[in-house]
């Protein structure tokens, strides 16, 4: 169980932002939406750090994520950001996940790497509460439904 515990985890560490992309749908940059690409490029160069990948969201509210794996920094936004926010609003979102990017680098790695390990083991725990007891998770034994929180 541990040996499973500890490949979990370095799955989660070497996967965490492409799995956050796929559970939400995100898409790259496409090049209609590359007066972005080039904002991203001149504010990571005024805070001095490579351009992370940048993604879009299919999302209708107004938001941002910030995730770090192994290949590297992503910076995703919202379709909802892109739409509704002005260009000055859209700059400021990425400037701040740049920002994010340069000084909190080992926090972000560690906080993707959890959700994402969190997830799996969630998935884990559920579909062995299924196999266990042949039953949803809410009916299955009481020891296994500490993991699922």
Do not use: C, K
Not at 28 to 50: D, K, N
Not at 114 to 137: D, E, K
Request: hydrophobic fraction near 55%.
């Amino acid at each position: 169980m541990v040996i499973f515990g500890i490949l979990l985890l370095l799955a989660a560490y070497g996967m965490a932002a492409r799995f956050a992309l796929w559970r939400h749908d995100a898409r790259p940059l496409s090049q209609s939406e590359g007066r972005w690409q080039t904002a991203a490029q001149r504010l990571a160069a005024r805070v001095g750090i490579a351009v992370p990948r940048l993604y879009v969201i299919p999302e209708s509210a107004p938001n941002a994520m910030v995730a770090v794996d192994a290949a590297g920094p992503v910076l995703a936004v919202t379709e909802g950001l892109l739409r509704h926010g002005n260009a000055h609003e859209v700059e400021a979102v990425l400037a701040r996940g740049l920002e994010r990017v340069r000084r909190e680098p080992v926090r972000l790695r560690v906080q993707s790497t959890a959700a994402v390990f969190r997830g799996f083991l969630r998935s884990v725990v559920q579909f062995a509460s299924w196999g266990l007891a042949g039953l949803p998770p809410e009916t299955a034994p009481l020891f296994v439904m500490p993991l699922a929180v």
